[in-house]
């Protein structure tokens, strides 16, 4: 292996990460760091003194040039856009441990950031870069990057205050979750939801799974859960994954990836305040085979 071709896999999970943040995609992920590389690649390594900053910095630029792109297609993406769920638990056979994962609820949010902003408070909240040292990567005076940086993170505040629910109550109610919903319990399903919950379901206008719009409030959306889950699937089967760093259900159908699942708590930990379900096949094509249990 090439000099070259080590630093950059010395540095490719960080870059992942980064870009992943960002975007919310693994396959726009997988572009930009082919961009990446080709960029490295066409320089001698020599003639660049901190190959990491060099190689973080033409990965954030690539990801902001992706960001026109993706969003055009949101503008005719059927149904609600989701983040294109990742896999993070230790059985993934394609992706290693990715703690600085963002979870798919604050994904959400930072999508209605700029895309500078975003990048801003990925860099700083996330990766704990300083704002000169962002400055540097976006072309952007520190001034400015502290004014992004003040922007973002009171908007995400304003919509996701950041607790942490431990995960292993995470993993307890999002079970619990599953076996009611799936089971047709709807005085356990109406027990476990808040009176707040909505229900984001992504199909891209591919899956049945999923429908047009989002639903509130916790009894339409147990009758709709109900409603959804009382068609039997041939062959289904539920596996507990750990999916953007949290516990989170993965349903498998004739051994194939249906759907994600995804709850997010109230900052208790008691009931459900969200639930994302991703099924449409485009974005579970990274989903790692079923395992045997």
């Keep these: 292996m090439s000099d070259a071709t080590q630093v950059f896999a010395d540095h490719r999970e960080l870059l992942f990460s980064i870009v992943y943040n960002m975007l919310g995609s693994v396959t726009d992920t997988e572009d930009v760091l082919q961009e990446t590389w080709l960029a490295w690649s066409s320089r001698s390594p020599d003639q660049i003194d901190h190959p990491r900053a060099y190689l973080v910095r033409i990965a954030v630029n690539q990801a902001l040039a992706h960001q026109s792109a993706l969003r055009r297609r949101r503008e005719t993406y059927v149904g609600s856009w989701l983040p294109e769920p990742l896999i993070t638990s230790a059985d993934a056979a394609d992706h290693a441990e990715r703690a600085d994962t963002l979870s798919l609820a604050l994904l959400v949010v930072l999508e209605t950031l700029t895309p500078l902003e975003r990048a ?36 995400v505040q304003a919509r996701r205050p950041r607790t942490q629910v431990d995960p292993h109550l995470q993993q307890q109610v999002t079970e619990r979750f599953v076996a009611a919903a799936f089971g047709g319990d709807l005085e356990a399903l109406l027990e476990l939801l808040a009176p707040e919950v909505t229900l984001w379901s992504d199909g891209g206008g591919k899956s049945s799974a999923a429908g047009p719009r989002p639903v509130h409030g916790r009894d339409n959306v147990a009758r709709v859960l109900t409603a959804s889950t009382a068609r039997p699937l041939d062959d289904l089967d539920i596996q507990y994954r750990q999916v953007n760093g949290e516990p989170s259900a993965v349903l498998f159908v004739q051994n194939t990836p249906y759907a994600v699942m995804v709850v997010d708590l109230t900052p208790d930990g008691s009931q459900v305040r969200d639930i994302y379900t991703v099924s449409n096949p485009d974005k579970l ?7 045997a249990e």
Excluded: G, N
């Design 285 to 291: 094509t990274h989903i790692p085979e079923q395992s």
């Design 120 to 155: 801003v408070f990925i860099l700083h909240e996330v990766f704990a870069y300083q704002h000169t040292e962002i400055a540097a990567m976006i072309d952007r005076t520190p001034t400015a990057v502290r004014q992004l940086a003040h922007r973002a993170r009171e908007h």
